[in-house]
Protein backbone atom coordinates (compact mmCIF):
# COMPACT_ATOMS: atom_id res chain seq x y z
CA UNK A 1 0.00 0.00 0.00
CA UNK A 2 1.04 3.12 -0.71
CA UNK A 3 2.12 5.40 2.39
CA UNK A 4 1.71 9.10 0.08
CA UNK A 5 -1.53 10.10 1.21
CA UNK A 6 -3.17 11.47 3.25
CA UNK A 7 -6.30 10.11 4.82
CA UNK A 8 -8.54 12.60 6.62
CA UNK A 9 -11.44 14.12 7.23
CA UNK A 10 -12.80 16.43 4.80
CA UNK A 11 -11.77 20.00 5.02
CA UNK A 12 -15.15 22.27 4.53
CA UNK A 13 -14.11 24.15 1.50
CA UNK A 14 -13.12 20.73 -0.61
CA UNK A 15 -17.12 20.34 -1.31
CA UNK A 16 -15.36 21.14 -5.02
CA UNK A 17 -13.11 18.43 -4.92
CA UNK A 18 -15.50 15.60 -4.14
CA UNK A 19 -17.81 16.55 -6.22
CA UNK A 20 -15.46 16.38 -9.08
CA UNK A 21 -14.51 12.49 -7.34
CA UNK A 22 -18.07 11.75 -7.23
CA UNK A 23 -18.36 11.95 -10.94
CA UNK A 24 -16.50 8.42 -11.01
CA UNK A 25 -18.99 7.11 -8.39
CA UNK A 26 -22.26 7.56 -10.62
CA UNK A 27 -21.34 9.43 -13.89
CA UNK A 28 -25.01 10.18 -14.90
CA UNK A 29 -25.63 11.62 -11.98
CA UNK A 30 -27.16 15.44 -12.61
CA UNK A 31 -24.83 18.06 -11.70
CA UNK A 32 -25.96 20.22 -8.50
CA UNK A 33 -26.95 23.74 -8.48
CA UNK A 34 -24.20 25.73 -7.12
CA UNK A 35 -26.85 27.12 -4.48
CA UNK A 36 -28.65 23.79 -3.71
CA UNK A 37 -24.90 22.22 -3.50
CA UNK A 38 -23.71 25.13 -0.97
CA UNK A 39 -26.60 25.02 0.65
CA UNK A 40 -26.83 21.07 1.77
CA UNK A 41 -23.06 20.90 2.27
CA UNK A 42 -23.98 23.90 4.98
CA UNK A 43 -25.89 21.12 6.68
CA UNK A 44 -23.86 18.33 6.26
CA UNK A 45 -20.40 19.19 7.08
CA UNK A 46 -20.77 20.92 10.61
CA UNK A 47 -23.24 17.05 11.44
CA UNK A 48 -20.93 15.67 14.16
CA UNK A 49 -22.26 12.13 12.69
CA UNK A 50 -21.78 12.85 9.05
CA UNK A 51 -17.74 11.70 8.98
CA UNK A 52 -16.58 12.27 4.87
CA UNK A 53 -13.55 10.91 5.01
CA UNK A 54 -11.04 11.43 2.26
CA UNK A 55 -7.56 10.12 0.87
CA UNK A 56 -5.78 13.68 -0.16
CA UNK A 57 -2.41 12.80 -2.62
CA UNK A 58 -0.73 15.97 -3.19
CA UNK A 59 -4.08 18.09 -2.60
CA UNK A 60 -6.14 15.89 -4.81
CA UNK A 61 -9.09 13.76 -3.42
CA UNK A 62 -8.22 10.51 -4.95
CA UNK A 63 -10.76 8.69 -2.52
CA UNK A 64 -13.53 9.22 -0.60
CA UNK A 65 -16.33 7.44 1.78
CA UNK A 66 -18.86 8.89 4.45
CA UNK A 67 -19.59 7.26 7.80
CA UNK A 68 -22.44 8.43 8.89
CA UNK A 69 -23.21 7.32 13.17
CA UNK A 70 -26.28 6.85 13.91
CA UNK A 71 -27.69 7.02 17.89
CA UNK A 72 -29.23 4.20 19.12
CA UNK A 73 -31.23 2.64 22.07
CA UNK A 74 -30.51 -1.15 21.44
CA UNK A 75 -27.09 -2.63 22.55
CA UNK A 76 -26.70 -0.72 25.71
CA UNK A 77 -27.60 2.40 23.72
CA UNK A 78 -23.74 2.15 21.52
CA UNK A 79 -24.65 3.46 18.26
CA UNK A 80 -24.14 2.32 14.58
CA UNK A 81 -22.19 2.91 11.60
CA UNK A 82 -23.40 3.06 7.53
CA UNK A 83 -20.74 3.30 4.91
CA UNK A 84 -21.96 5.26 2.05
CA UNK A 85 -20.79 6.61 -1.39
CA UNK A 86 -16.82 4.58 -1.20
CA UNK A 87 -15.25 6.01 -4.63
CA UNK A 88 -11.71 6.01 -5.60
CA UNK A 89 -10.46 7.85 -8.72
CA UNK A 90 -9.83 5.39 -11.51
CA UNK A 91 -6.28 6.74 -11.95
CA UNK A 92 -5.62 5.33 -8.26
CA UNK A 93 -7.37 2.62 -8.11
CA UNK A 94 -5.86 -0.46 -6.38
CA UNK A 95 -2.72 1.51 -5.00
CA UNK A 96 -4.87 0.94 -1.21
CA UNK A 97 -6.10 4.42 -1.07
CA UNK A 98 -9.26 2.79 -0.53
CA UNK A 99 -8.69 0.47 1.57
CA UNK A 100 -7.08 2.97 3.62
CA UNK A 101 -10.36 5.06 3.71
CA UNK A 102 -12.43 2.37 4.85
CA UNK A 103 -10.06 1.29 7.61
CA UNK A 104 -10.19 5.29 8.89
CA UNK A 105 -13.90 5.17 8.75
CA UNK A 106 -13.64 1.97 11.07
CA UNK A 107 -11.34 3.46 13.09
CA UNK A 108 -13.43 6.36 13.90
CA UNK A 109 -16.58 4.21 14.75
CA UNK A 110 -15.01 2.26 17.03
CA UNK A 111 -13.74 5.36 18.68
CA UNK A 112 -17.44 6.69 18.88
CA UNK A 113 -18.00 3.15 20.35
CA UNK A 114 -20.32 2.00 17.40
CA UNK A 115 -21.03 -1.83 18.35
CA UNK A 116 -20.92 -2.03 14.29
CA UNK A 117 -20.58 -0.43 11.11
CA UNK A 118 -22.64 -1.44 8.01
CA UNK A 119 -22.06 -1.24 4.25
CA UNK A 120 -23.96 -2.21 0.93
CA UNK A 121 -22.13 -3.04 -2.61
CA UNK A 122 -24.64 -3.23 -5.58
CA UNK A 123 -21.10 -5.02 -7.16
CA UNK A 124 -21.18 -8.69 -7.66
CA UNK A 125 -17.66 -8.90 -9.26
CA UNK A 126 -15.32 -10.86 -6.51
CA UNK A 127 -12.62 -8.40 -6.88
CA UNK A 128 -14.65 -6.14 -4.99
CA UNK A 129 -16.30 -8.39 -2.35
CA UNK A 130 -12.54 -8.72 -1.81
CA UNK A 131 -11.69 -5.52 -1.82
CA UNK A 132 -14.44 -4.95 1.51
CA UNK A 133 -13.56 -8.02 2.95
CA UNK A 134 -9.55 -7.03 3.19
CA UNK A 135 -10.78 -3.03 4.93
CA UNK A 136 -12.24 -5.32 7.62
CA UNK A 137 -15.55 -6.25 6.38
CA UNK A 138 -17.46 -9.52 6.19
CA UNK A 139 -20.07 -10.69 4.10
CA UNK A 140 -23.01 -13.12 4.75
CA UNK A 141 -23.09 -12.17 7.92
CA UNK A 142 -26.76 -10.31 7.30
CA UNK A 143 -29.04 -10.29 4.21
CA UNK A 144 -29.25 -6.52 3.00
CA UNK A 145 -32.94 -5.25 1.62
CA UNK A 146 -33.18 -2.18 -0.38
CA UNK A 147 -36.51 0.25 -1.22
CA UNK A 148 -36.59 2.69 -3.82
CA UNK A 149 -39.25 5.25 -4.64
Not at 22 to 45: C, F, G, M, T, V
Not at 75 to 88: D, M, S, W
Amino acid sequence: MNDDAYIRRINQDEIHKLMDLYKHLHPDDPELQADRLNSLWEQIYPNPNMLYIVADLEGQLVASCVLVIIPNLTRNARPYGLIENVVTHPLFRRKGYGTKVLRKALQLAWERNCYKVMLLTSSKEERTLTFYEKAGFKRGVKTGFIATP
